[in-house]
């Protein structure tokens, strides 16, 4: 039986490779994303992000290991200091309620904490990637939440969204940065 402090230098080691694998991904990833902007000279990010986002989430064992695990903040402060290099605007919003919200039926997006008891979203999410509008329209439920995103700082930031059409929530363009 071993002493509930114990570490041993097996497990030094495993956690620094570990350690070194996540920072590798991170770097990588924001690297992706800001060289993705650079190519099609796109001038601002957008992180939705709440703070303590991963406390006391309840998605099942197994996705809950997975999911705490991955490296957000992280990820956020690689691609804020890349854009920093690269003279791309990063914005960083809170993103409450943009995923159960509809973009489509333009739904009140409350702040964290300041819900009214009587909100309720006009459309669903009826599964992994999929929401349904209130008049059943089924759109990318990623997309959806990335609109009320943007939703949530076009009015601060002055910018239009008239290029965010039901058809790119309907079907919309992927990007894929894994490709070479």
Same mark, same amino acid.
């Given at each position: $039986? #071993?002493?509930q402090g114990f570490w041993s230098k097996k497990l030094a080691n495993i956690t620094e490779k570990r350690n070194r694998q996540m920072r590798d991904a991170v770097n990588k !990833? !924001? #690297?992706l994303v800001v060289n993705h902007c650079l190519k099609y000279r796109i001038g601002r990010i957008v992180f939705g992000w $709440? #703070? %303590? *986002?991963?406390d006391g989430i309840n998605i099942g064992t197994k996705n809950n290991q997975k999911f705490v695990q991955i490296p957000t903040a992280k990820l956020?402060?690689?691609? $804020? *200091?890349l854009c920093e290099l690269n003279g791309i605007e990063f914005v960083e919003t809170e993103e409450s309620y943009t995923s159960q919200a509809s973009f489509l039926d333009d739904d009140f997006l409350p702040k964290i904490g300041e819900k009214p008891d009587s909100w309720k979203p006009s459309g669903k999410r009826i599964k992994r %990637?999929?929401? *349904?509008?209130k008049n059943g329209l089924l759109v990318n439920a990623d997309i959806n939440g990335a609109a009320n995103i943007l939703r949530k700082v076009s009015t601060t930031l002055r910018f239009s969204l008239k290029g965010v059409s039901r058809g790119s929530l309907i079907m919309p363009l992927r990007v894929q940065f894994w490709i070479a």
């Open positions: $039986n #071993k002493p !990833a !924001a #690297k $709440n #703070k %303590g *986002q991963k956020k402060e690689r691609i $804020n *200091q %990637g999929l929401y *349904q509008t």
